[in-house]
């Protein structure tokens, strides 16, 4: 079992859903990333939570320390949006992910 | 700040042939990782370095990889002979970490797209 899993792994929405994309984890961490990769390109780091909840946009990161689950939801999705979502996890001191194999967001118009 | 500078940002080898890749993190970040991606594996941590000391090589495939940091502006990673298993996109990212328990955003380069024919 992976450290850090994901679901779905593949998701197709249509422009304006709500999207959510889980992530779940068995260890211990000092912190969850989650990241977003477009097609081709680099990596860009959307959040970095410990508690509670973040926002940033149309962007929302919860997390669940208790359950070790966190997920990332987009309101009013848009074609823009299309990349693949990574979750990542920082051990105790912070200095090593450990990735979830990522999920492929697709937003249609 | 220019961010986490790569290059190149694609490299085409044969075999055999030294590759060296390059990274530049951002100025005032302590922390540095290699990272590679690809299909099958998806990410994964090579090597990181705090304040330029080699802190946990344990993901570096085998022998043929080596990392150096010689100062805090400059970093590589080489692969000495090179196979084609080794095509993957390598990926440098820099942070700042206080020391002590905690973790902190990090900061992607573009990547270094590497085919090894």
């Known amino acids: 079992k992976n450290e850090v899993e994901q679901s779905p792994q593949n998701l197709t929405a249509q422009e304006g859903e709500f999207i959510t994309i889980n992530c779940s984890y068995s260890v211990g961490i000092s912190a969850l990333h989650w990241l977003q990769q477009h097609p081709g390109g680099g990596i860009v780091s959307l959040f970095m939570l410990s508690s509670g909840k973040k926002k940033h946009g149309r962007l929302i990161a919860t997390i669940n320390i208790q359950e070790k689950h966190s997920s990332l939801h987009i309101t009013a999705s848009h074609p823009r949006d299309s990349a693949v979502y990574i979750c990542?996890?920082?051990?105790?001191?912070?200095?090593?992910?450990?990735f979830g194999a990522g999920t492929i967001l697709r937003v249609k118009s | 700040d220019a961010g986490v500078i790569q290059s190149p940002r694609h490299e085409v080898t044969e075999m055999g042939q030294e590759v060296t890749l390059r990274c530049k993190p951002i100025?005032?970040?302590?922390?540095l990782f290699w990272y590679r991606q690809t299909m099958m594996r998806g990410l994964e941590l090579l090597i990181y370095f705090n304040n330029n000391v080699p802190i946990d090589d344990s993901g570096m495939p085998e022998d043929r990889f080596s990392a150096k940091m010689p100062n805090a502006s400059f970093s590589t990673l080489k692969i000495q002979p090179s196979e084609p298993r080794d095509s993957a996109v390598y990926f440098c990212?820099?942070?700042?970490?206080?020391?002590?328990?905690?973790?902190?955003?990090?900061?992607f380069g573009a990547g270094s797209r590497l085919t090894v024919l």
């Open positions: 100025s005032g970040h302590n922390s």
């Open positions: 990212a820099s942070s700042f970490l206080a020391g002590g328990p905690g973790a902190n955003v990090l900061t």
């Open positions: 990542a996890v920082s051990g105790r001191y912070g200095n090593k992910l450990v």
